[in-house]
């Protein structure tokens, strides 16, 4: 499975964001697909991941309310919508890929597949 994402971008406080990613490959390797993001010297942490059908989405409680994590199967893309950005979400944000939901799913090293990053930078 290869992941591409993109939609990152600098956005005033308040703001909001769109981010894509599209996974090519054996589409049941992407049953679950999510985002990790990774401040400036920060670990890697979760924010959200969605099954295949919809029906699944976790959330970190810093995004609740905030973000959604959607996705197209048609366009084997899955996505997330940034609103009411604060500083603290600058971060290169990730997309990752699982063909099951990691039993810890809000460790990154529980995902097989990863994107390139994408930087999200809010301004204060």
């Known amino acids: 499975v290869q992941l591409q994402a993109s939609g990152g971008g600098l956005v005033e406080t308040g703001g909001s964001l769109s981010l894509s990613c599209a996974a090519s490959g054996r589409s049941e390797r992407s049953t679950f697909m999510g985002w990790f993001r990774q401040g400036p010297g920060k670990e890697r942490e979760f924010v959200a991941v969605?099954?295949?059908?919809?029906?699944?989405?976790y959330y970190a409680d810093s995004v609740k309310g905030r973000f959604t994590i959607s996705r197209d199967n048609g366009k084997n893309t899955v996505y997330l919508q940034m609103n009411t950005l604060k500083p603290e979400d600058t971060a290169v944000y990730y997309c990752?890929?699982?063909?099951?939901?990691?039993?810890?799913?809000?460790?990154?090293?529980?995902?097989?597949?990863w994107g390139q990053g994408t930087q999200v930078t809010v301004s204060s």
């Open positions: 969605i099954s295949r059908s919809g029906a699944t989405r």
């Open positions: 990752a890929a699982d063909g099951r939901l990691p039993t810890y799913y809000e460790t990154a090293s529980q995902y097989a597949y």
